[in-house]
């Protein structure tokens, strides 16, 4: 996380330039560590860069992407304070972390090159405050699963919320970061009107083994769809949960576009 007593801990998605270069280059050196099936969310046709599993068929229920790319945030977009943006590369450094154990993974990523089932269509975005370099970034992904993968997730994800619940390693490029606890946090207002939702906040000791740093996940599903959202700090302040009005903006933007 940038520099000082944060420094060892890369950020999903912040400050990318050389550092993700470097990182990319040694992921690429082989350097890196080890349901409903009905959904709509109709819309104009996006850009291809949007999904990393977009070149995956898309069954019939499952979104594709342009129809996910509809449903979620605009690049520049605002959300009272934050402001959306599209991933400059390929979504967050996070996606490609994994975990031990591995039935940990889900509470690290849902991306398919880590996590299975593989989703048929994603598309994120970045929520944050742009001028706060050290500020609160939400990381948000949308993804379409077909015969049944959006319930095979969230099943995964609260096994391994239960399963969890006494800590794991997350692995990264060149280095690992200890969670040391998963609790399950507030589910947000709108989950009543999902399919089903889980929660989470995740106490992780940086790299230095010295501080606590606190970051939170809640997964919404829809249909086909999941929606997840993940916030993180750099500092070790703990935010209390996802922003609210972050979760409520993209799930009244789905609901609509889904008509």
């Keep these: 996380m940038g520099t000082g007593m944060y420094g060892a801990r890369n950020v999903r998605g912040r400050r990318r330039g050389v550092a993700v270069i470097g990182i990319a280059a040694a992921m690429a050196l082989g350097v ?10 109709g819309g104009s046709a996006g850009a291809s860069d949007d ?30 304070t934050y402001t959306a943006s599209a991933y400059v590369l390929d979504g967050p450094l996070g996606d490609a ?21 593989d989703p048929a269509a994603q598309v994120q975005r970045k929520v944050d405050v742009p001028d706060e370099m050290l500020g609160l970034t939400v990381d948000v992904t949308l993804r379409s699963y077909a015969k049944g993968g959006a319930a095979t997730v969230m099943k995964a994800l609260g096994k391994a919320g239960r399963d969890c619940a006494g800590g794991f390693t997350e692995e ?23 399919d089903e939702s889980k929660a989470y906040r995740f106490t992780i000791l940086d790299v230095k083994g010295k501080e606590k740093l606190y970051e939170y996940l809640t997964v ?24 609210p009005e972050v979760m409520a903006a993209q799930w009244a933007k789905f609901r609509a576009a889904k008509g």
């Excluded at 599993?53 to 996910?68: H, I, Y």
């Excluded at 972390?97 to 089932?117: I, K, M, N, W």
């Excluded at 990264?172 to 999902?194: N, Q, T």
């Excluded at 916030?231 to 703990?238: G, L, R």
């Design 32 to 41: 890196s560590a080890c349901g409903g099936d009905e959904d709509g969310a």
């Design 51 to 80: 999904s990393k599993a977009s070149a995956a068929p898309s069954a019939p229920g499952a979104p594709d992407t342009a129809r996910l790319t509809a449903a979620s945030f605009t690049d520049g977009e605002k959300v009272g």
């Design 97 to 117: 972390y994994t975990a031990a154990p591995a039935g940990c993974q889900p509470l690290v990523s849902l991306a398919g090159e880590v996590s299975d089932p």
């Design 172 to 194: 990264r490029a060149v280095a690992s970061a200890k969670y040391l606890k998963v609790e399950p946090a507030k589910a947000p207002a709108f989950a009543a009107e999902a």
């Design 220 to 243: 919404v599903r829809s249909g086909a769809t999941t929606l997840a959202f993940r916030a993180e700090i750099t500092s070790t302040k703990d935010v209390g949960g996802v922003p």
